[in-house]
């Protein structure tokens, strides 16, 4: 995603919780950075400078206080002075916040918003002392490792935990970069519990559980793994269901044969362990929420292995992991461990980055499998995102080569990916995002080029994509130049607008109709049409 940016002055305000301060360096804590930036346009958004953080930090996320929920991305800068890429931040699970993201080891930090907000912080947890490895556990729940090896005592709980009942597992991705070490995802476990709570305000972390990209599985929330704890991963079903996170980014990236392994192993362990069946449909009923799809007291029938996205306001787990629910839920059925085990590559393009209104784009690829050889007859989604949100616009299949060709007709500025869903033995595959941008087509109808002083002129015509306004511009031949000597915006009704002007002297004039740029399309025009006034 790169997000429209303009540079905006911030005053950084560097401070550490009451936790970091009484800290040694050898036991983690927190610290938060609250900048402070200058008014800029929503819709031009906010690019920070380079910000540099007095202490290393392993994991961040930010919230505010006021202000709709912005695209985010941050970059941080590694221990060594790399910068790494750019990477989305998804909106959390409370209000006003977003999930927690595992950067390994930075020192520094940058971020853009789609739109500015108010109260901007920025959470950061140092884990640095507490990266520790697994060991086995007793049977006959799978190896786990458990909250005292992960460090959990440096993220007590703030009270005594509630419990519920299983009858679902909802599977969740933690949003983190995916180029960590195994020593490394310990320290991850707890720097993801330390946000929740400290950040978030959480009693503990969120989920019951989770896994590594190395397939390793860790105990979440305290009460006990085989009971039903009450934890803070599904609003409005925390009750009834458990949660496992994959820590990974699973927007472009599938999950691992690891990952999906000891996902299978939890999940049939858990739902087993409550007495329920480990495949087919389950009725939950919810308690409601801001985060959730669904009202209090709305009954809603899903999977036993459900996405967080099947309940919650969330794109959780990811596009390609959300993608491997089916396969999973064959794992956990069976018992089996038939996972795709040969990467694609999926790539895309677009004849035009940049169209009028009511232009076909034509939009061609390449899908590619083990070896870089060609995928023939495979179905390829083609995915625009034009309010926030991906749909599928289309199914096409891939030609012999490998190759497929689509068309688009674009009604706004948008998004577009090409998905690649995957198969028992083939991992899915995304294309890298493009962004075709559209100009709005403004057309006259009969409009004028002579006229004598003191004569009305009528300017009518349409506007596609329909706006509610656009603006007439006047300019006269002045001096040798041409001045401006009148503007005005005009309503648009149903994409038609009509108007007038009256030129006072004879002379030399050109006026044009504009269409501003906003959310929807750049800036659109008719262009400069001359005027004689004799």
Same mark, same amino acid.
């Given at each position: 995603?790169?997000?429209?940016?303009?540079?905006?002055?911030?005053?950084?305000?560097?401070?550490?919780?009451?936790?970091?301060?009484?800290?040694?360096?050898?036991?983690?804590?927190?610290?938060?950075?609250?900048?402070?930036?200058?008014?800029?346009?929503? *819709?031009?958004?906010?690019?920070?400078?380079?910000?540099?953080?007095?202490?290393?930090?392993?994991?961040?996320?930010?919230?505010?206080?006021?202000?709709?929920?912005?695209?985010?991305?941050?970059?941080?800068?590694?221990?060594?002075?790399?910068?790494?890429?750019?990477?989305?931040?998804?909106?959390?699970?409370?209000?006003?916040?977003?999930?927690? %993201?595992?950067?390994?080891?930075?020192?520094?930090?940058?971020?853009?918003?789609?739109?500015?907000?108010?109260?901007?912080?920025?959470?950061?947890?140092?884990?640095?002392?507490?990266?520790?490895?697994?060991?086995?556990?007793?049977?006959?729940?799978?190896?786990?490792?458990?909250?005292?090896?992960?460090?959990?005592?440096?993220?007590?709980?703030?009270?005594?935990?509630?419990?519920?009942?299983?009858?679902?597992?909802?599977?969740?991705?933690?949003?983190?970069?995916?180029?960590?070490?195994?020593?490394?995802?310990?320290?991850?476990?707890?720097?993801?519990?330390?946000?929740?709570?400290?950040?978030?305000?959480?009693?503990?972390?969120?989920?019951?559980?989770?896994?590594?990209?190395?397939?390793?599985?860790?105990?979440?929330?305290?009460?006990?793994?085989?009971?039903?704890?009450?934890?803070?991963?599904?609003?409005?079903?925390?009750?009834?269901?458990?949660?496992?996170?994959?820590?990974?980014?699973?927007?472009?990236?599938?999950?691992?044969?690891?990952?999906?392994?000891? %996902?299978?192993?939890?999940?049939?362990?858990? %739902?087993?362990?409550?007495?329920?069946?480990?495949?087919?449909?389950?009725?939950?009923?919810?308690?409601?929420?801001?985060?959730?799809?669904?009202?209090?007291?709305?009954?809603?029938?899903?999977?036993?292995?459900?996405?967080?996205?099947?309940?919650?306001?969330?794109?959780?787990?990811?596009?390609?992991?959300?993608?491997?629910?089916?396969?999973?839920?064959?794992?956990?059925?069976?018992?089996?461990?038939?996972?795709?085990?040969?990467?694609?590559?999926?790539?895309?393009?677009?004849?035009?980055?940049?169209?009028?209104?009511?232009?076909?784009?034509?939009? *061609?690829?390449?899908?590619?499998?083990?070896?870089?050889?060609?995928?023939?007859?495979?179905?390829?989604?083609?995915?625009?995102?034009?309010?926030?949100?991906?749909?599928?616009?289309?199914?096409?299949?891939?030609?012999?080569?490998?190759?497929?060709?689509?068309?688009?007709?674009?009604?706004?500025?948008?998004?577009?990916?090409?998905?690649?869903?995957?198969?028992?033995?083939?991992?899915?595959?995304?294309?890298?995002?493009?962004?075709?941008?559209?100009?709005?087509?403004?057309?006259?109808?009969?409009?004028?080029?002579?006229?004598?002083?003191?004569?009305?002129?009528?300017?009518?015509?349409?506007?596609?994509?329909?706006?509610?306004?656009?603006?007439?511009?006047?300019?006269?031949?002045?001096?040798?130049?041409?001045?401006?000597?009148?503007?005005?915006?005009?309503?648009?009704?149903?994409?038609?607008?009509? *108007?007038?002007?009256?030129?006072?002297?004879?002379?030399?004039?050109?006026?044009?109709?504009?269409?501003?740029?906003?959310?929807?399309?750049?800036?659109?025009?008719?262009?400069?049409?001359?005027?004689?006034?004799?």
């Amino acid at each position: 995603m790169k997000l429209p940016a303009s540079a905006a002055a911030i005053l950084c305000v560097l401070f550490a919780l009451p936790a970091a301060s009484a800290a040694a360096p050898s036991e983690p804590f927190d610290f938060e950075l609250a900048p402070r930036a200058s008014a800029s346009a929503a *819709t031009k958004g906010v690019l920070s400078p380079r910000l540099a953080t007095e202490h290393r930090f392993n994991l961040l996320g930010m919230r505010w206080r006021r202000g709709a929920t912005p695209e985010i991305e941050v970059r941080v800068r590694r221990a060594a002075g790399r910068w790494s890429r750019w990477q989305e931040l998804e909106a959390g699970h409370a209000a006003r916040s977003t999930d927690p %993201l595992w950067v390994g080891a930075a020192n520094g930090v940058q971020y853009r918003l789609s739109r500015a907000v108010s109260g901007l912080r920025l959470h950061f947890v140092n884990v640095a002392a507490f990266r520790r490895r697994a060991r086995a556990a007793q049977d006959p729940q799978p190896d786990v490792v458990s909250r005292a090896e992960w460090g959990a005592s440096a993220c007590p709980p703030r009270r005594s935990p509630g419990y519920g009942s299983v009858k679902a597992v909802h599977v969740h991705h933690t949003v983190s970069l995916n180029d960590y070490s195994p020593d490394e995802a310990p320290a991850m476990v707890l720097a993801i519990c330390r946000y929740h709570r400290n950040s978030n305000g959480w009693d503990d972390i969120g989920y019951n559980a989770l896994v590594d990209k190395y397939g390793v599985l860790y105990e979440g929330r305290a009460g006990g793994l085989d009971q039903a704890v009450i934890g803070a991963q599904a609003q409005g079903f925390n009750s009834e269901t458990a949660g496992i996170a994959s820590i990974a980014d699973h927007t472009s990236v599938g999950a691992t044969p690891e990952t999906l392994g000891a %996902l299978a192993r939890y999940i049939r362990w858990k %739902l087993q362990v409550h007495g329920q069946p480990l495949s087919g449909p389950v009725e939950l009923r919810s308690s409601g929420g801001s985060a959730t799809k669904y009202p209090a007291g709305a009954r809603v029938t899903l999977d036993r292995v459900s996405g967080h996205r099947d309940t919650g306001r969330t794109a959780c787990p990811g596009e390609l992991l959300y993608g491997q629910l089916d396969e999973l839920r064959a794992m956990v059925a069976s018992g089996a461990a038939g996972v795709p085990t040969f990467a694609t590559r999926l790539s895309a393009a677009l004849a035009d980055y940049r169209v009028d209104f009511g232009e076909v784009v034509p939009v *061609t690829g390449l899908l590619s499998g083990p070896g870089g050889g060609p995928l023939p007859g495979e179905r390829v989604e083609v995915q625009v995102n034009g309010d926030g949100r991906w749909v599928t616009s289309r199914r096409i299949l891939s030609a012999s080569d490998g190759t497929f060709a689509t068309e688009l007709k674009p009604r706004k500025r948008m998004y577009v990916r090409l998905r690649f869903p995957g198969r028992t033995d083939l991992r899915g595959a995304f294309s890298s995002r493009l962004l075709l941008r559209l100009r709005p087509v403004i057309a006259l109808r009969r409009p004028r080029s002579r006229a004598a002083p003191g004569q009305r002129v009528v300017v009518a015509g349409t506007v596609g994509p329909r706006k509610r306004v656009v603006h007439l511009v006047l300019q006269q031949h002045i001096r040798g130049r041409y001045r401006k000597v009148g503007a005005s915006a005009v309503r648009a009704r149903r994409g038609r607008f009509r *108007t007038s002007f009256v030129p006072a002297f004879r002379d030399n004039y050109r006026y044009s109709v504009v269409a501003k740029s906003d959310d929807d399309t750049d800036r659109g025009s008719t262009g400069w049409l001359p005027l004689r006034v004799r």
